[in-house]
T-cell receptor
C-alpha cells in the first residue's frame, strides 16, 4: 500500500499561470481533503470531498477548484496563481465516522509562485 | 466555526525529560481530538487521538488528556528521545460535516542531548 500519494513534489509558477495538484489514495477511503500549510498558521482546509461525487468548501477556498475524479483521486486546481498561494499543500484521506476516521496525509507539494 | 489554540509554539527539553503541549478549543460540540507529528519535509502522521467520552488515553510514552468542561486537551510525552524532535499539531472535529479537522498552529519540539 502506497497510502496517499501526491504529484508533483515541487513546483514553481509565475503569477497568473495555472496548474493542477494531483492526489491519489489506495486505502478505499470515502473522504478526501486538501490543506495548505503556512508558517505559524498550522494546516488550513481548502476543500474536502466527503464521498465520491461531492465536494465542499473549507476554511480558505478562494482561488482554488477541486475535482473528485473517482473514489481514489482528488485534484486541486489553481486557475491563476498568485504569490499568496505560495505554500505547502497536503492531501489527506479518511473513512467516515469513528473509530476509523483517522486522516492519513500525503508527503506534500511545495509550491512557489513568483 | 471551531478555533483551536496551541501552546507553546516552541519547546526545548533535555533528553529524558517530559514535554507537555496544550490546546484549547472553542466549539463545545467537538468530540474528536487527534494529535499529529510532522517531521521535516514530511506529511503529518497521527500519533494518538482521544474522543470526548474518554478523559485520558495512553500509548507507551505518549498520553493525551481531555477536559471537556474547560475545553482543553494536552499531549504528554515522557522520557523524551532525540527522535521525538518534530512539529506537533493538535486538532479538533465535531460530528458530521465530513470529519473536517481544525488544526492548532503547531509546536516545534526540540529534544537536546
Amino acid at each position: 500500500n502506497a497510502g496517499v500519494t501526491q504529484t508533483p513534489k515541487f513546483q514553481v509558477l509565475k503569477t497568473g499561470q495555472s496548474m493542477t495538484l494531483q492526489c491519489a489514495q489506495d486505502m478505499n477511503h470515502n473522504s478526501m481533503y486538501w490543506y495548505r500549510q503556512d508558517p505559524g498558521m498550522g494546516l488550513r482546509l481548502i476543500y474536502y470531498s466527503a464521498s465520491e461525487g461531492t465536494t465542499d468548501k473549507g476554511e480558505v477556498p478562494n482561488g482554488y477548484n477541486v475535482s473528485r475524479l473517482n473514489k481514489r483521486e482528488f485534484s486541486l486546481r489553481l486557475e491563476s496563481a498568485a504569490p499568496s498561494q505560495t505554500s505547502v499543500y497536503f492531501c489527506a484521506s479518511s473513512e467516515q465516522g469513528p473509530p476509523t476516521d483517522t486522516q492519513y496525509f500525503g508527503p506534500g507539494t511545495r509550491l512557489t509562485v513568483l | 466555526g471551531e478555533n483551536v489554540e496551541q501552546h507553546p509554539s516552541t519547546l526545548s527539553v533535555q533528553e529524558g525529560d517530559s514535554a507537555v503541549i496544550k490546546c484549547t478549543y472553542s466549539d463545545s460540540a467537538s468530540n474528536y481530538f487527534p494529535w499529529y507529528k510532522q517531521e521535516l519535509g514530511k506529511g503529518p502522521q497521527l500519533i494518538i487521538d482521544i474522543r470526548s467520552n474518554v478523559g485520558e488515553k495512553k500509548d507507551q510514552r505518549i498520553a493525551v488528556t481531555l477536559n471537556k468542561t474547560a475545553k482543553h486537551f494536552s499531549l504528554h510525552i515522557t522520557e523524551t528521545q532525540p527522535e521525538d524532535s518534530a512539529v506537533y499539531f493538535c486538532a479538533a472535529s465535531r460530528p458530521g460535516g465530513g470529519n473536517k479537522l481544525t488544526f492548532g498552529t503547531g509546536t516545534q519540539l526540540k529534544v537536546e542531548l
